[in-house]
């Protein structure tokens, strides 16, 4: 399995980022697929999850209502669309993979077998 991830950059507060994580190596219909980041100095943190097979959703609290994860089958890729950034969103995102739909053990990093390069996202006050 390899994950590609991109669409990093330097963004000014309340603007928006869209970050992409190509996915090959796999049938991903069994797989869940999340974004974590990971800011300067703290340990790396869930965003959001998806299960590929049909879509479920979950957020950390902070995220909620800013970001949306999406996945587009065709594509094999999997998408962090970021509203209203802000300061503190400022972090390396990672894409992440693993077998199987979630469970509140799905919020850990050690639960997920396959990981992309990250990217920076950085957002100026």
């Known amino acids: 399995v390899q994950l590609q991830a991109s669409g990093g950059g330097l963004v000014q507060a309340g603007g928006s980022l869209r970050l992409s994580c190509a996915a090959s190596g796999s049938d991903f219909s069994s797989y869940r697929m999340a974004w974590f980041r990971q800011a300067p100095g703290k340990e790396r943190e869930f965003v959001a999850s998806i299960t590929w097979s049909d879509s479920t959703t979950n957020y950390e609290d902070s995220v909620k209502g800013r970001f949306t994860i999406s996945r587009d089958k065709a594509k094999n890729t999997v998408y962090l669309q970021m509203n209203s950034l802000k300061p503190e969103d400022t972090a390396v995102y990672y894409c992440?993979?693993?077998?199987?739909?979630?469970?509140?053990?799905?919020?850990?990093?050690?639960?997920?077998?396959?990981w992309g390069q990250g990217t920076l996202v950085t957002v100026s006050s």
């Open positions: 992440a993979g693993a077998w199987g739909k979630y469970s509140p053990l799905s919020r850990q990093s050690a639960e997920y077998a396959y």
